[in-house]
Nanobody, 114 residues
Framework: VQLEESGGGLVQSGGSLNLSCAAS????????IHWVRQAPGKGLEWVAT????????DYLGRVLGRFTISRDNAENTVYLQMNSLKVEDTALYYCATSRLGADRGQGTQVIVSS
């Protein structure tokens, strides 16, 4: 299993970013995929999950309505569109094969400035 996150960066509060997760080495279209994050000095926090067919999603309450998870099974890629970003969204973001962060990659850094 290989997962590679990209798309992070520095953005002002209220701004947007679209993260990508490229998957390889497993039957991607059969797996739930999750985004998790780790803020400085804190543990891993689950953010969102998408079903294998892409028709169902679940979100951490604090990001509901601001973040949207989606996937393209033809491209073995999962996305996380993040809008109305807040300073507290600053974290290293990972995609993973479980809510606990299994198989996560190196992550992509998101920094939201006030």
């Amino acid at each position: 299993v290989q997962l590679e996150e990209s798309g992070g960066g520095l953005v002002q509060s209220g701004g947007s970013l679209n993260l990508s997760c490229a998957a390889s080495g497993f039957l991607f279209s059969s797996f739930f995929i999750h985004w998790v994050r780790q803020a400085p000095g804190k543990g891993l926090e689950w953010v969102a999950t998408i079903s294998p067919d892409g028709f169902s999603a679940d979100y951490l309450g604090r990001v509901l309505g601001r973040f949207t998870i989606s996937r393209d099974n033809a491209e073995n890629t999962v996305y996380l569109q993040m809008n109305s970003l807040k300073v507290e969204d600053t974290a290293l973001y990972y995609c993973a094969t479980s809510r606990l962060g299994a198989d996560r990659g190196q992550g992509t850094q998101v920094i939201v400035s006030s």
